[in-house]
């Protein structure tokens, strides 16, 4: 079959490979339908998030059950499926707390309590390099899911692919965001970033009733976008001091929620590079300090951009002094999936409107580098095997 593989740092292209397997009796092949290009796949194309080995890449993806294992009664060959991006194995502690994304056996070589950089990890991640249980990935003709009768979703017959494919992580992503602030209704929330999750959290921060949404984005053609298809307040921190506009529109209290859907590879100067390498630091913490900057004291502040390192001067003296909340971590998407699902079906919310490129599986090179690049207005590329 063909698939995207990464063979080392800013070298991805598409290969034949050998055809996926049955490997256990909870497993399902699936024919790929659609799959997307993560924002977290360039952090293993730029090297950022380490990775040794040959990797089909891709944890956003859908398609139609092709096999099933022995053990598996709640999908059948025929059926169309959208997988959540973290495996979850549905029977460990974590997995019956609903917390999916600390699942104890799908990472069984880098599971563990710590969470260091390079091991002691949380459960494992389709696509996303050893240390996240190496499993190849859905930017493929086909792939195999484990733990089958767990995580996969049937789709209503009538959504189309586009419609449907952002279930496996960027909209869980958004939604994980603004549900672990617990908005009560007319709140202000601040989303840095107006990538893929930005614009989804900003879908999700007017389902759960925020009086006010306002996208920060260094880049005209995502604000364009975001305010386009969400209605949202727009800020360009190379036009405006982000803060001071922020606390304008808010009687100088600041946002009650700030999202962070950037994490560590912000744009960056010279000298934020220079400390980075003083400080054996990987990328940059700087959208994040935004954050702590800009929500009001007693606010909420929601990570859902990948952090991969420890910072120098992080600003624990803020946090303190404002009583700031903070929530972040991988999105239990099996929290909300049914939920989500169910918006969509019922025209609540539009997924496919971020999507700028499609583009058939054979030029994911292409789709990769305009991605990376921020050419040709790229914020959301879906791939067609």
Same mark, same amino acid.
């Given at each position: 079959m063909k698939a995207a593989v990464f063979h080392k740092p800013g070298h991805i292209s598409v290969d034949n490979v050998e055809d996926p397997k049955l490997l256990d009796a909870r497993d399902v092949i699936l024919k790929v339908t659609s799959t997307a290009i993560c924002g977290s796949d360039l952090h293993i194309l730029n090297g950022a998030v380490p990775q040794k080995n040959e990797l089909i890449m891709g944890h956003e993806f859908m398609g139609i059950v092709e096999e099933v294992g022995a053990e598996i009664t709640n999908l059948k060959k025929g059926d169309r499926v959208v997988v959540p991006f973290p495996i979850s194995c549905g029977t460990c502690f974590f997995c019956t707390h609903e917390a999916?994304?600390?699942?104890?056996?799908?990472?069984? /070589?880098?599971?563990?309590?710590?969470?260091?950089?390079?091991? %002691? *990890?949380?459960?494992?991640?389709?696509?996303?390099?050893?240390?996240?249980?190496?499993?190849?990935?859905?930017? #493929?003709?086909?792939?195999?899911?484990?733990?089958?009768?767990?995580?996969?979703?049937?789709?209503?017959?009538?959504?189309?692919? %586009?419609?449907? =494919?952002? =279930?496996?992580?960027?909209?869980?992503?958004?939604?994980?965001?603004?549900?672990?602030?617990? =908005?009560?209704?007319?709140?202000?929330?601040?989303?840095?970033?107006?990538?893929?999750?930005?614009?989804?959290?900003?879908?999700?921060?007017?389902?759960?009733?925020?009086?006010?949404?306002?996208?920060?984005?260094?880049?005209?053609?995502? =604000?364009?976008? #975001?305010?386009?298809?969400?209605? &949202?307040?727009?800020?360009?921190?190379? *036009?405006?001091?982000?803060? %001071?506009?922020?606390? %304008?529109?808010?009687?100088?209290?600041?946002? @009650?929620?700030?999202? @962070?859907?950037?994490?560590?590879?912000?744009?960056?100067?010279?000298?934020? /590079?220079?400390? #980075?390498?003083?400080?054996?630091?990987?990328?940059?913490? /700087? &959208?994040?300090?935004?954050?702590? /900057?800009?929500?009001?004291?007693?606010?909420?502040?929601?990570?859902?951009?990948?952090?991969g390192s420890t910072y120098d001067n992080f600003p624990l003296h803020r946090i303190f002094d404002k009583g700031i909340t903070i929530k972040q971590g991988q999105a239990p998407v099996l929290n909300y999936i049914d939920k989500l699902i169910e918006l969509v079906n019922a025209n609540k919310v539009v997924l496919d409107d971020i999507i700028t490129h499609s583009l058939p599986l054979s030029e994911a090179e292409h789709g990769y580098a305009i991605f990376d690049k921020k050419e040709d207005d790229c914020v959301k590329v879906v791939l067609k095997p």
């Open positions: 999916s994304p600390a699942c104890e056996n799908s990472n069984y /070589k880098h599971y563990g309590p710590n969470g260091d950089m390079l091991d %002691e *990890k949380g459960a494992a991640l389709f696509g996303y390099t050893d240390l996240y249980g190496g499993y190849s990935g859905g930017q #493929a003709e086909y792939v195999r899911v484990p733990y089958a009768d767990i995580s996969p979703r049937i789709v209503p017959e009538h959504l189309t692919d %586009e419609q449907a =494919l952002f =279930l496996t992580d960027i909209f869980p992503t958004g939604w994980s965001a603004i549900d672990w602030a617990q =908005l009560k209704g007319g709140e202000v929330v601040a989303i840095f970033g107006s990538g893929p999750v930005g614009l989804m959290a900003q879908k999700a921060a007017w389902l759960n009733g925020a009086g006010r949404v306002i996208a920060i984005d260094p880049l005209d053609y995502r =604000l364009e976008k #975001a305010k386009a298809v969400n209605n &949202v307040d727009i800020l360009n921190p190379n *036009k405006v001091d982000v803060i %001071e506009a922020i606390r %304008e529109m808010t009687r100088g209290r600041g946002a @009650d929620v700030c999202v @962070d859907a950037v994490g560590f590879e912000p744009e960056r100067g010279f000298f934020d /590079k220079v400390k #980075a390498s003083v400080n054996f630091e990987v990328g940059s913490m /700087k &959208v994040l300090d935004m954050c702590f /900057k800009a929500v009001r004291r007693m606010g909420t502040v929601s990570i859902v951009g990948v952090y």
